[in-house]
């Protein structure tokens, strides 16, 4: 996470997303690892939908990143997250992503470790990936509807 300033109490609450500190941008991120899961979209309706077969660089007990600082060396087409990007993927981001909320105007979830200070409140309130992803290098891309699913709260 980028070191700077200390975060703003409740700065999710009253901080545009374009006016947060890099630390408090990293912050929003509640480490559910849905945003790792492999997607298809369906160009001719624009529905996405979510499959259980993770990125290569998703660790599925953590629901991180294993190389964030260097992902897009691995993953050429992994997308950054950024105040400037968000309008333009954020009907794909995960129901629950802060990012997506916030962009739309609404609150965090309770369970957010924001809120609730505990960095395993995803994981407890079930909301993450923990535990049920494929990883990618086990499955062709031609067999991902074969592991679609419904995204979890």
Known sequence: MPQGPPMRPKFW???PLTKMTPQEWEALCDGCGKCCLNKIEYED????????????????ETCRCMQYPIRKQFVPDCVQLSPKTL??????????CAYRLLHEGKNLPDWHPLITGDPESTH??????RGWTIPEFEVSEDDWEDYTIEETP
């Not at 624009?46 to 599925?60: I, K, Q, S, W």
């Not at 309008?87 to 629950?96: D, F, G, N, V």
């Not at 407890?124 to 990936?129: E, I, K, L, P, R």
């Open 87 to 96: 309008p333009k993927i954020a009907y794909w981001m995960p129901r629950t």
């Open 124 to 129: 407890t309130a079930g909301a993450s990936v």
């Open 13 to 15: 609450e009253t901080i």
């Open 45 to 60: 309706t624009g529905e996405v939908e979510y499959t259980r077969v993770a990125c290569r660089l998703l660790d599925g």
